[in-house]
């Protein structure tokens, strides 16, 4: 069975930096891609950062040059780093892992960028 565990979000002000984190139970963490999600008040969920389990990264353009995702195998676990934050980022963010079957979902942690 696998859990995700987000941690990391919080109350930042505009330009502003932040990382999250999400750790993985289970073993299948290695050999998955791994997502973070974001879900605006109002708003459809929307995928913002990808890595594959050979550590290949898309991003959403929304994002692209200030959010960058990375992960550590022997930790289970992938980071979210945010910078430039803008107010339009605030949202709950959720990790995401991806089997052949299924995804699994995090259960998220809200980022508010505000002064």
């Known amino acids: 069975q696998v859990q995700l565990v987000e941690s990391g979000g919080g109350l930042v002000q505009p330009g502003g930096s932040l990382r999250l984190s999400c750790a993985a139970s289970?073993?299948?963490?290695?050999?998955?891609?791994m997502g973070w999600s974001r879900q605006a008040p109002g708003k459809e969920r929307e995928l913002v950062a990808l890595?594959?389990?050979?550590?290949?990264?898309t991003y959403a353009d929304s994002v692209k040059g200030r959010f960058t995702i990375s992960r550590d195998n022997a930790k289970n676990t992938v980071y979210l780093q945010m910078t430039s934050l803008k107010p339009e980022d605030t949202a709950v963010y959720y990790c995401?892992?991806?089997?052949?079957?299924?995804?699994?979902w995090g259960s998220g942690t809200l980022v508010t960028v505000s002064s």
């Open positions: 995401r892992l991806s089997d052949p079957n299924r995804y699994y």
């Open positions: 890595i594959t389990s050979s550590g290949t990264t």
């Open positions: 289970g073993s299948i963490f290695s050999i998955s891609s």
